[in-house]
């Protein structure tokens, strides 16, 4: 039986929760892209201004984003389908920090809460998602009125996908019926303004967002193979996106914060 998209994403991080972490920590341009995401999701995190907040960690991977989190102060709850992934998110935390946590193993499209969180934050999740609507509107009812969700997506129209030769060709064959023993990646992309719609349409108004990583790739290799040259290229179009808010729409991945309306249930 051929297995959907979140059973293979159960499957995949089960299998690459023990080494997680170390692509945080890595000289690459991954490791680059990873923690300028980390950086503005705590930043927007702390910008909402809510001393001690609960928060929601939707998709906490091994902790890397909640650890910070409790070490800042706030009430912080984790959930994660892979079971190894909690596993290798409550040692850290115990290995780190003496502070209280709350983490569990369960699917975000069918959260076990109701609407106590100050904040979610849904970190690198919708690629793997079935039905992101779905989700978007547990997301919706588990947060507090007035409360914040920030989000990200990997962004269908970045620099990398549109000169993603590779890609680019391996979509041209499937659509003409030709089998050559190369798969699409299931891993799905959204457009920011499609994005954007679906959240203000689920009774979200936009406060912020931001795009980054602007390698350009061919299939899974940098098309510049010198990981400085990416870093430093990267650095530079983060910098010029802050004066071009266009930039914003070109990078790999796209970061919204969002506020709940008051009224919406």
Known sequence: MQKNIKQKAKDHFNKSSGNWTGQYRAKNYNAHVLNVR???VLRFVDECGIKGAKILDAGCGTGE???ELIKRGYDVFGIDIALNMIRETKQRIEEETDQPFHFLVGDISSLPFNNSFDIVCCVGITAYLENIQQTIAELVRVIKPE?????TIRN???ISSMLNVVS???????RLGW?????????????????EHLLRKSGFELVESIGHGFAIKMDKRCLFSTKYFLIVINKMLEFLSSFCPWLNLCGEMYIVKAKKFVNCE
């Open 179 to 195: 089998k050559c023993g190369i798969e699409r990646s299931e891993w799905k992309c959204y457009s920011p303004w499609w994005f």
């Open 156 to 158: 269908k129209y970045s």
């Open 168 to 174: 680019i060709i391996k979509r041209c064959i499937g």
């Open 65 to 67: 984003i909640s650890l």
């Open 147 to 151: 409360g914040y969700l920030i989000i």
């Open 38 to 40: 980390k950086h503005h």
